[in-house]
């Protein structure tokens, strides 16, 4: 059964919160699922599982503050910071206390979902995360180096360019085997859009401390895990939430979203863990 997807915008403390929005078309069995992208893409990327979870329940997926449609913030923020403009939307999406949610994350969504957790948890019931960033401290102070120190846009477009080809390479041509071309070239659109303003989340998330956060989680957690380059890392986080399963997927290693086979059986497994009593 296909399912209708909508884009919409709500008042955040930002401005503007640029969502998708699907309903089921016949009876509702799950509590909302509130969707957050990685850095730097939007919404966008997750219409096929949109698509496969609305069948039975309503899902939003929220463009972050600064990415895809939503306004930017007037500077970088942190992942709580993130979390928690996005959280004060919910009631006016109708995700009420009463009935609760469930939200998944995908890389830097995956912080942000523990965060959101972490702000409400009177709110959100169930959690599941993909692929959590986790790094060492010298790592991650390496890379929060580069993001802080990303150059800005130039009048000759050098820096643009630069970073359309990086893109390209990375998102279009090492693809995953079986993604076409134009769905492809639509994530590199959709990941360019932000322009020199990506580092910005990759500031929240090599700033990001898991160790005192992790350990705060009261929800059950899902780690949904393909077999991607930051599968041990993520693992190794996974291990600092009190209460989680994990469930892996070798079969697949990256392009999750845009491989039928893979959103089905991310539909099988979110599903079997959220729709628990």
């Known amino acids: 059964m296909s399912v209708a997807i909508i884009r919409g915008y709500t008042n955040g403390r930002y401005g ?8 089921p078309a016949g009876p509702t069995v799950g509590r909302p699922l509130i969707l957050f992208h990685q850095n730097p893409s939007s919404s966008f990327e997750y219409e096929p599982l949109i698509a496969e979870m ?54 830097t969504g995956a912080l942000l979902s523990i965060e959101a957790a972490l702000a409400r948890p009177d709110l959100v019931r169930r959690v599941a995360v993909t692929g959590m960033p986790m790094r060492t401290a010298e790592d991650a102070a390496a890379l929060l180096e580069v993001a802080n120190t990303a150059p800005p846009l130039d009048e000759t477009g050098e820096v643009a360019l630069g970073m359309a080809k990086r893109l390209w390479d990375y998102v279009v041509t090492a693809r995953a085997a079986g993604v076409p071309l134009r769905r492809a070239a639509d994530n590199w659109v959709d990941k360019l859009r932000v322009m020199d303003r990506s580092q910005w989340a990759y500031v929240a998330v090599w700033s990001y401390q ?68």
């Open 210 to 277: 898991y160790q005192p956060r992790l350990p705060l989680v009261t929800q059950p957690v899902l780690v949904l895990q393909p077999n991607e380059d930051i599968r041990d890392v993520s693992l190794a986080a996974a291990a600092l939430l009190p209460d989680h399963r994990i469930v892996e997927m070798p079969e697949w290693d990256r392009d999750i979203f845009d491989l039928p086979a893979a959103v089905t059986r991310m539909g099988v497994e979110l599903r079997r863990f959220l729709d628990q009593p």
């Open 16 to 23: 503007q919160v640029h969502y998708r929005v699907a309903r």
């Open 54 to 107: 609305a069948t039975d329940r309503v899902v939003l997926a929220l463009d972050t503050p600064g990415y895809g449609m939503s306004d930017r913030p007037p500077a970088p923020l942190t992942i709580a910071g993130y979390a928690t403009a996005m959280v004060e939307v919910f009631p006016d999406l109708g995700v009420t206390v009463t009935e609760g949610c469930d939200v998944y994350g995908f890389h």
